[in-house]
């Protein structure tokens, strides 16, 4: 059987039709002659499981922040955490950009558990439409992360402001 995770019974480089979309198995015995196609029987995978999020955020969310965070991505379950990859945000600007009552542009907060992951003033002192784009860090500070969701909250708790924010999330769950 040629298709089994370079378990081989015949020789040569063998590759089989897979029964999964863009999955092959290649038999590692030497190249004398080549297996007729069969059924692909999986290997173990070993890439990542990219899952994607797309959250929005309103102003009466924003005006409740930091009290009661917006969840983005739920907590994944015990010996579960959640790794952001990528992240993007896109404000449609309304009428009014977010304030907080002092000089300051209220700060976005993206978290899991005690892990800040982005900060990020700009977006919500926007007066047009905007999007940023962020390379995710891996984590750098301790905190307890496992089965923790990812959230979204304010530094400072905006008073007034009434643009859409539209959270993009590429990510995985990893079992710990």
């Given amino acids: 059987?040629?298709?089994t995770?370079?378990?081989s019974t015949c020789f040569g480089n063998c590759n089989s039709?897979?029964?999964v979309p863009n999955q092959w198995n290649t038999c590692s015995a030497p190249p004398v002659q080549y297996c007729p196609p069969a059924p692909c029987t999986p290997c173990p995978t070993t890439g990542l499981n990219l899952l994607y999020a797309r959250v929005s955020t309103i102003n009466l969310e924003f005006f409740n922040m930091p009290v009661v965070p917006k969840i983005l991505i739920p907590a994944p379950?015990?010996?579960k955490l959640i790794v952001p990859i990528q992240a993007w945000n896109f404000l449609k600007f309304g009428s009014t950009p977010y304030a907080d009552g002092?000089?300051?542009i209220p700060q976005i907060l993206m978290s899991i558990g005690s892990q800040g992951i982005i900060t990020d003033a700009a977006i919500l002192g926007s007066i047009v439409d905007q999007t940023t784009q962020y390379q995710l860090p891996i984590y750098t500070t301790p905190g307890t992360l496992e089965n923790q969701p990812l959230t979204l909250t304010t530094i400072?708790?905006?008073i007034v402001g009434d643009s859409v924010l539209f959270t993009y999330i590429i990510y995985?769950?990893?079992n710990l």
Avoid: E, L
Wanted: proline share 14%; aromatic share 4%; charged share 0%.
């Fill in 5 to 7: 995770c370079g378990n």
């Fill in 77 to 79: 379950g015990a010996g």
């Fill in 17 to 19: 039709y897979p029964s």
């Fill in 102 to 104: 002092t000089p300051a």
């Fill in 156 to 158: 400072s708790q905006p």
């Fill in 1 to 3: 059987m040629c298709n």
């Fill in 172 to 174: 995985t769950i990893v």
